[in-house]
């Protein structure tokens, strides 16, 4: 019912998630200051031990998906 489907939402989410940083990682490079997004600054933070900023960075990430549904929502809801 709806905990296989919350389920299988979830590991969609986590495998759109990696394959992003792969494909940012492959085509934009990782050059500081002129091709490193967020995904990119997270995993990093992560893989030189500093999970504090890997975390806020994260969260971060998180309020702005969150923000943009909410705005999508909304004008989703004006047009009908």
């Given at each position: 019912?709806?905990?296989?489907?919350?389920?299988?939402?979830?590991?969609?989410?986590?495998?759109?998630?990696?394959?992003?940083?792969?494909?940012?990682?492959?085509?934009?490079?990782?050059?500081?200051?002129?091709?490193?997004?967020?995904?990119?600054a997270i995993m990093l933070s992560a893989?030189?031990?500093?999970?504090?900023?890997?975390?806020?960075?994260?969260?971060?990430?998180?309020a702005l998906a969150l923000a943009a549904n909410a705005v999508l929502?909304?004008?989703?809801?004006?047009?009908?």
């Open positions: 019912g709806e905990v296989a489907a919350a389920i299988v939402e979830d590991i969609a989410a986590f495998g759109g998630i990696i394959s992003e940083v792969g494909a940012v990682m492959l085509v934009g490079g990782n050059i500081e200051g002129q091709t490193r997004v967020l995904t990119t893989r030189q031990g500093d999970f504090a900023l890997a975390m806020a960075l994260g969260l971060i990430l998180i929502l909304q004008l989703q809801g004006r047009s009908r």
